[in-house]
């Protein structure tokens, strides 16, 4: 039997900032952003959009067509989460109008948790194969103003479901594992922005490739030769160059070692316009690959899923012959050009207002079917369109 990805749709936020004008009010040469970090761009949400809104505005193309029968477990990674203690999937279950008979959990661990996810879900499956899985990750990535991780920032949503015989990847069972109890990246319970000692995180995200690279080995995973691809947890496009060349130096690809290689093609394209979107950057990656790369029927496409803190894994899967009718680039190019521009005082004032106590009422702005509608008794409200 093959599991893996059936289907594939992501979201993101409605307002979009160009790392141009911060480069320019920094006083600094853009040429660091644009291809010193490689992005362009970075979404912002509006007032009414969240975690949830965006998650059901990237499951939603994925339940009209294929109906909610058989789903029975919804896991939502996000490390952005919007409750201490209820699951985000459980507001994303209620605006969605699924049914009773599921559970419905939040995972954390940073960037990673879908990756974790996603291995649940083929457990469930393997398990009973008549069952399906809708996996979310959905993150709205903030640091501090005038921080250095600030031109990293971003938010999307991507929602998958897993289940048997897929239509666009099958996941094969070898994992490369790496888990290492560091402070490269973190947020403590009472701040809405990450904390970052930025370069170290850079260098624990290519330590981690390395680790998760030889215990993929290790197990039997495939031969570096063998990938056609290999998308990468992008907390920035230039990350996945770094990865992707320390990846060949490990394996002894001696050409690829130094240059841009071919092994990225497409997988950065959404990225660099969207920015960081935590637990969603990597499969962003993928659907970036699967919309605007060449038809790669029965390729093998490596995935190195990353999450500070930091625990980390090297898998593959192969495309399906066909997969190529399951998507929906158009949809995403709309959503990114729909996107409304902000400038720089505007991302200043949004940033600024997001942490706001007590009950309020968010302007309705989204373009989205599902809004964010504000908190009443400090009850979160969502409202469909
Ligand atoms: P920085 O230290 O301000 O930047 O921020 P820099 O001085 O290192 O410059 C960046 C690059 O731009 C350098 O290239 C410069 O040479 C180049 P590199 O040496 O790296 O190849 N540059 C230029 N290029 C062209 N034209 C120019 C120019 N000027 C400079 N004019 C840093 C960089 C990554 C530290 C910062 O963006 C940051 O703190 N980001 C947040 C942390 C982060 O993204 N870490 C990544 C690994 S950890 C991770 O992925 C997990 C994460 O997603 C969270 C999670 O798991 O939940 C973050």
Redesign the pocket.
Known sequence: MTIGIHDISAATGGLVFALADLADHEGI?V??YH???GQTEMSVLTDDEDIVTMAARAATPILERHGVDGIRTVVFAT?SGIDQSKAAGVFLHGVLGLPHEVRVVELKE???SATAAIQFALGIVARRPEERVLVIASDNAR?ELDS??E??QGAAAVAMLISASPAVLEIEPVSGLWTDDVM??WRPNDRSTAL?D??Y??AV?LDSLEGAWKDYQSQGGAAYESFARVCY?Q??T??AVKAQQRLARIAGDADAAGADTEHLAGTTIYNTRIG?S?TASIYLAFLSLLDNGPDLSGERIGFFS???GAVSEFFAGVLVPGYKQQLRPESMERMLEARRPIDYTEYRRRHVEFDRPGDFETVDETLGAVRFAGTTDLKRQYERR
């Open positions: 040469d040429g660091k291809r010193g970090i490390e940073a960037c990673y640091y250095s991780g031109a990293t490269d990246f970052v930025g370069r995180s850079v995200y947890h907390p920035f230039r990350m960081n935590y990353y999450g500070s």
